[in-house]
């Protein structure tokens, strides 16, 4: 599967962007779906994932209440809405596949991921 991920950009503090990851292929609805950041000097870090569903999604407690991640199977693309942005915000944001099909639940861990996306930058400034 190839992932492509858009929707970056730089944006002051109290804004909003939506990122989107489109992915190839037609077993998109098999698979849960993560995003995940990695601001400069710093490891990768989990934000959101969502079931294959999408009925359940899970957030990191700095984003939450503030973003929203949702996808549409028919378009095989996640999304990931972003409102009220602070400056810690800023990263490059990866999309990311699970490595196993049907399975009920989703991951905080990278290491259940075997696909990324190729990241696009989030900036915001104060």
């Known amino acids: 599967v190839q992932l492509q991920a858009f929707g970056g950009g730089l944006v002051q503090a109290g804004g909003s962007l939506r990122l989107s990851c489109a992915a190839s292929g037609r077993t998109f609805s098999r698979y849960a779906m993560g995003w995940f950041r990695q601001a400069p000097g710093k490891e990768r870090e989990f934000v959101v994932s969502?079931?294959?569903?999408?009925?359940?999604?899970y957030y990191a407690d700095s984003v939450k209440g503030r973003f929203t991640i949702s996808r549409d199977n028919a378009k095989n693309t996640v999304y990931l809405q972003m409102n009220s942005l602070k400056p810690e915000d800023t990263a490059v944001y990866y999309c990311?596949?699970?490595?196993?099909?049907?399975?009920?639940?989703?991951?905080?861990?990278?290491?259940?991921?075997?696909?990324w996306g190729q990241g696009t930058l989030v900036t915001v400034s104060s």
């Open positions: 990311a596949r699970d490595s196993t099909p049907f399975l009920d639940g989703s991951s905080r861990r990278s290491a259940a991921y075997d696909s």
């Open positions: 969502i079931t294959r569903g999408g009925g359940s999604t």
